[in-house]
Each structure stands twice: as structure tokens, then as C-alpha cells.
């Protein structure tokens, strides 16, 4: 039996809610969903609304109809610096964490290409160029230490461990050796089917500590044409090329009393357990983009894109082991000398977005976006134990969202003030908030050079749970830990037109 499909809750993440049975990949599919569009620092500030603005490079990553404003060549490079900082509340003991982290958030580059027309022939009318783009983009960020800690007046986790003995019971008729729940019976946390169903731990208010450090990320190589007409309509299209990494380590340990035997004797003894999981994940896979934007009149801008599902081929490498020690008795530890590595398939959701940009001639604009992401649409597949439970989870757990963007940007001679808000709707369903993102950036232009600089403020909550019970198992409360993320970023963008 693969273990990491008898965890249920304990493997749960940051950001989801789990349903009894599941496995963790319903989870992970919703992390790996999350991702954002590559962007330039100047199109960061303004709230990431630019469907409808173009001639920026975060068109290649974004609406590719926006790569046929360019008249020149362009390229440019926007390394960032995250800040992440989680304030846990669990059985109302406070706790924090952060972490920062300097990566490459996007680098970009497109290509101007005129084309010829015949001699005589009004040259802003008809096609007038296809200009090519690619670009690196960072879309989604692992990066994050998450600690809660507590007294749990309920119970303890051997509890759960002896839920998932019961379950694996009434299923098999027997306790299978190497699951977690046979290392949770070794080590004396819970007593033997023969002997009857029990946890040994006797102590309420039981000390609780979760520790989780997270770190990698997701990026896509994106290909984009964009071509322009008469002035007035752009068209584009484009393909992704996506990649993922994903690390965890997460260590969950417990402090209290346990009645267990000592030399043929039940005694009562203090004990400390630590459950430990250790998953590494890497994936690839590709999408498709394509969109346009038209003016009515020379100061408004009307675009939309739409973003296929990005097809995925995802490999998990998972090890986990129990170690618990007794002020009366020996120390025991179990653990899996191999990972177990389980290859599946994901479609994240697609995405819909419009957007209006009203310009005021020379001194800037007004922009404004909404989005649709179908998060409903997210779907598992592939040869793996669990996959039908986990698709349950994705269409019961998750609803589709509509995102909105607003941003502005003035123009003061060669310099510029930028400004956006960027909400995101909560696609969890009974628990969790909307991601609001507020952003604020400068820019300045000397002769073919510029300089961008934005920062951004990311605030969203969560709510985890550690480990789940089964009503119909365990009549105990699951225990939870309500988590508020904030997120302190800031963009440079160093670009060149040629």
C-alpha cells in the first residue's frame, strides 16, 4: 500500500481543505492551479490590468495581441525580491513565520517586423507589421516557512492514527505492516485490533507544534506573434512551455501522557512523537494563448484574451517516517527507506479575461480588467490509487472565480507614476479569503533605456488542518489553524529598445 494515500488530512496544505479518504494530490493540483501572468515591473503596478493596454513586454506572457504595438525591437529583465511573512492562530496561541527570497521574475524580448507594402499604397492602412516575442516568466512562488503551534484540548493525533487503523480494518479485515498507522501501533501510540481499538495517549491539552518549511516555483517559456492592422485591430497568438518545481518538509510533533506496557506493566509515561513527510515534485507542460485588441478611437482600447488549460506531467517523490520517544522507555522510529514516486497527469483551469484602457493623450491612462478562471475545470488523471476520490475533492472543494484589475499610470515628461489593485476571488468553497494584491510603482526613460521599480503588498487567509477525523469514526473535533499571509514584493525592470 502506498502510504501517502492513508494520510488523508495530516498532508494537507497551506491553501486547501480535504474531504476524508483523499489524497494529497486534489491538493497539489490546486497549488500548481494558482499561477499568475508574467509581467513587467511597470504592468505589475498597475495591478497586472493590461489586457487592453499593449505595446508593454508583458504582452508576450499575456494578451499577444499587445506585441503589435511595438514599432522597435525591445528587451528586458525583472529580477524580484519576495517577502513572505504567516501569522498562525492555533487554539488560540499565536505564532510567526517568514521568509525571504531573490529570484528572476521575467525576462522578455520582442522583435519588430514591418512589413512591406506595395509603392503608392497608404501605409497605415492594411497589415503593417508581425512582430515576434518570447519570454521567461516566474508565475507561481513555493517559497514559505509556515509554523503553528498549541494546546489541543480535544485529544491527540494518535486519535487519527487509530481512525486509519479502523478504516484500514473495516476495509481489509487486517492492519497492513509499513502504514502509518502499524509504525503508530509499534511505537505504542494506539493498542491492536485484537486487543481492541484504542489510542494509548490519556492526556488532554497536548502540545501541538507544525513546522513547514516550502521552497520552488513554477515558470513558463512563452512564443508569441503579434500582428497589427491599419492601426486599429492586433491580433496574437501563443504558446507556453511550463515547468515546475515543488519542496516540502513538514514536521508535526506532540507532547503528552500515554498508559503504555513496560516490562508487562501499563504505566503511565510522559511521550513527544514527531511525524515527518517529505515530498519533492517536478513537472512540465504547454498552453496556448490568443487575443486582440481593438480601438474605436485613437483614446480607447478594447482587448480579451483567452488562456487554454495548461496540460501537465507531473512526477511526486514522498517519504515520511513516525519517530516517538517515552521518559519511561526506549525511543522507536519508522520510516521508508525509498520514496514512493507517483507520476500523473493535470489540466489546470482555463482563463478568460477583457479589459478597457482609456488614454489621455500623452499624460497616461486608466485600465481595467476582469477575469475568469475555472477552477471547476481542474482535473487529475493518470494510473494512480485514489485518482477518482481526488477529482471528487477538485469539482466539491473548488468553485470557478472572476478576478478584477484596475491601474492607472501617469506620464510626467520622462518620468512616470504608476498605481493598481489587483482582487482575486476565493475559489474555496467554505473557507479561505479572496487574494487582494495593492501595488505601487515609478518608472523613468533616458533616450532607448528605462527603468521600472514596483512594490506590492499581498494579503490573503487561510485556514489548515493538520490532520482530519471521520465523524463517522472519531467523535473529536479537527483540529485547525487559521493562517494570515502577507506578502511583501518588490519588481526592476531594466529594459532597451534597439
Do not use: C
Amino acid at each position: 500500500m502506498n502510504l501517502k494515500y492513508a494520510l488523508t488530512g495530516v498532508a494537507i496544505v497551506a491553501a486547501s481543505q480535504v474531504s476524508y479518504g483523499q489524497s494529497v494530490f486534489s491538493s497539489d493540483a490546486f497549488r500548481f492551479s494558482q499561477t499568475q501572468t508574467g509581467a513587467t515591473s511597470r504592468i505589475k503596478a498597475i495591478g497586472g490590468a493590461s489586457t487592453a493596454v499593449g505595446g508593454d513586454l508583458s504582452s508576450v506572457s499575456g494578451n499577444p495581441a499587445g506585441i503589435g504595438f511595438f514599432t522597435k525591437s525591445e528587451l528586458s529583465v525583472t529580477p524580484e525580491f519576495d517577502n513572505s511573512k504567516v501569522n498562525s492562530s492555533y487554539f488560540g496561541q499565536s505564532n510567526y513565520s517568514g521568509k525571504n527570497q531573490v529570484n528572476l521574475n521575467n525576462a522578455s524580448v520582442v522583435f519588430y517586423n514591418r512589413l512591406s507594402t506595395p509603392r503608392g499604397r497608404d501605409k497605415t492602412q492594411g497589415w503593417l507589421s508581425f512582430n515576434l516575442g518570447a519570454s521567461y516568466s516566474r508565475t507561481n512562488n513555493f517559497y514559505r516557512n509556515e509554523y503553528y503551534s498549541g494546546i489541543n484540548p480535544n485529544g491527540s493525533i494518535s486519535d487519527y492514527y487509530l481512525q486509519e487503523d479502523i478504516r484500514e480494518y473495516n476495509k481489509y479485515g487486517n492492519s497492513a505492516s509499513g502504514t502509518l498507522q502499524d509504525w503508530a501501533n509499534t511505537q505504542k501510540l494506539i493498542g491492536t485490533p485484537t486487543g481492541g481499538f484504542q489510542s494509548n495517549v490519556t492526556s488532554k491539552n497536548n502540545n501541538q507544534i507544525n513546522n513547514a518549511i516550502s521552497s520552488g516555483g513554477q515558470s513558463e517559456f512563452s512564443l508569441a506573434g503579434g500582428a497589427n492592422y491599419s492601426n486599429k485591430l492586433y491580433l496574437g497568438f501563443g504558446i507556453g512551455i511550463t515547468s515546475l518545481r515543488y519542496n516540502t518538509t513538514r514536521t508535526f510533533g506532540e507532547t503528552g501522557t500515554a498508559l503504555i506496557p513496560i516490562n508487562g506493566t501499563n504505566t503511565y509515561t510522559g511521550f513527544a512523537s514527531q511525524f515527518y513527510q517529505d515530498q519533492a515534485t517536478i513537472g512540465t507542460g504547454f498552453n496556448a494563448k490568443v487575443g486582440f485588441i481593438y480601438k474605436p478611437v485613437e483614446a480607447v482600447r478594447i482587448g480579451a484574451t483567452f488562456t487554454s488549460p495548461t496540460w501537465m506531467t507531473i512526477q511526486d517523490n514522498y517519504v515520511e517516517g513516525l519517530q516517538t520517544a517515552y521518559a519511561q522507555e526506549k525511543t522507536y522510529s519508522n520510516g521508508n527507506d525509498q520514496p514512493y514516486q507517483t507520476n500523473y497527469n493535470l489540466r489546470t483551469p482555463l482563463k478568460a479575461s477583457g479589459g478597457v484602457a482609456v488614454f489621455v493623450g500623452k499624460y497616461g491612462f486608466i485600465s481595467g480588467d476582469v477575469e475568469y478562471v475555472d477552477y471547476k475545470g481542474m482535473h487529475l488523471g493518470g494510473d494512480y490509487d485514489g485518482k477518482d476520490q481526488d477529482n471528487f475533492n477538485l469539482s466539491t472543494l473548488y468553485k470557478s472565480t472572476v478576478n478584477a484589475r484596475v491601474g492607472a499610470e501617469a506620464k510626467l515628461e520622462d518620468f512616470f507614476i504608476r498605481g493598481g489593485f489587483n482582487y482575486q476571488g476565493n475559489p474555496q468553497v467554505g473557507i479561505g479569503s479572496p487574494v487582494k494584491i495593492s501595488s505601487a510603482g515609478i518608472g523613468y526613460r533616458f533616450g532607448k533605456y528605462y527603468v521600472d521599480a514596483t512594490y506590492q503588498y499581498v494579503t490573503h487567509n487561510t485556514t489548515v488542518y493538520p490532520y482530519e477525523f471521520d465523524p463517522k469514526i472519531v467523535n473529536e473535533v479537527s483540529p485547525a489553524a487559521n493562517l494570515k499571509n502577507t506578502y511583501n514584493n518588490a519588481f526592476l525592470t531594466l529594459g532597451m529598445r534597439f
